[in-house]
């Protein structure tokens, strides 16, 4: 892994490359970084999912960005579409996060409306730290009450998950650090409510053109968020950019 900006450098320590932790800019919520990978084209996925887009470069951004979150952030449809499953973080990883009193793996906290998740799946049968779903009041008591055995369900919002308030949950449990993982819909709604506070990016050297979807799909807003460039990194050919929130004009 090289780095290409602020300054070259070659052999770059990823884990520092994403360094520091990230600090609320409103109290009472917790900082959102999120993460996605794209082609060269803009497709967020690959027949239906990211994984034909990845490299092993970008598997280790993956891990250290896990590894530096609270809690990871993501969409039911993603969860399904990528078959996730428990957190697999390195040992070494594992120490550097217990020494700094978090747990030994972050737990994922699901948004899902209508809770529609299979509690006997590896996501949750096999959890290292026990997940969160969070979901909305339209969604049937009994279903929450099934999740409830096997994960923490935060309620945010009547009909439709209010990110922002799941946010604010999230904060009130310590979880000031979230990483978010997708998908497009969950990626558009904090999009939408300006609560990203910094974006990695990994441009894939593929072309896939057909209908895939962005890495942000939603309602549009009045205007773009204008965003800097922290550091740009590249392996083999994949570009891994950083970004975070530009300073507003005085």
């Known amino acids: 892994m090289r780095r290409l900006f602020p300054s070259p450098a070659d052999d770059v320590d990823v ?81 550097v996060r217990v020494a700094s009193g978090l747990s030994a793996v972050p737990p994922i906290a699901v948004v899902s409306v209508s809770c529609a998740l299979d509690v006997e799946s590896p996501f949750f049968s096999k959890a290292e730290v026990r997940p969160v779903v969070v979901t909305a009041e339209t969604a049937a008591p009994a279903v929450r009450a099934r999740l409830a055995e096997v994960a923490d369900v935060v309620v945010a919002g009547e009909s439709w998950v209010d990110l922002r308030a799941a946010l604010g949950a999230l904060a009130e449990r310590g979880w000031t650090n979230v990483l978010a993982e997708g998908g497009p819909t969950v990626v558009g709604e904090l999009v939408a409510g300006d609560l990203i506070d910094e974006l990695c990016v990994t441009l894939s050297p593929r072309l896939v053109g057909g209908e895939a979807p962005r890495i942000a799909h939603g309602q549009p807003r009045e205007g773009p968020i204008p965003l800097r460039l922290l550091v740009l990194l590249e392996d083999d050919g994949f570009l891994f950019a950083r970004y975070g929130r530009a300073a507003h004009p005085s």
């Open 15 to 95: 884990a520092a490359a994403y360094a520091p932790r990230l600090t609320p800019r409103t109290a009472g919520l917790a900082s959102v970084r999120v993460n996605m990978i794209q082609s060269v084209d803009g497709a967020g996925t690959l027949e239906g999912r990211t994984g034909g887009l990845a490299g092993p470069a970008d598997k280790a951004v993956f891990r250290t960005l896990r590894a530096a979150a609270d809690v990871v952030l993501v969409g039911a449809g993603t969860v399904r579409a990528e078959r996730y499953g428990p957190v697999r973080l390195s040992e070494e990883q594992r120490s």
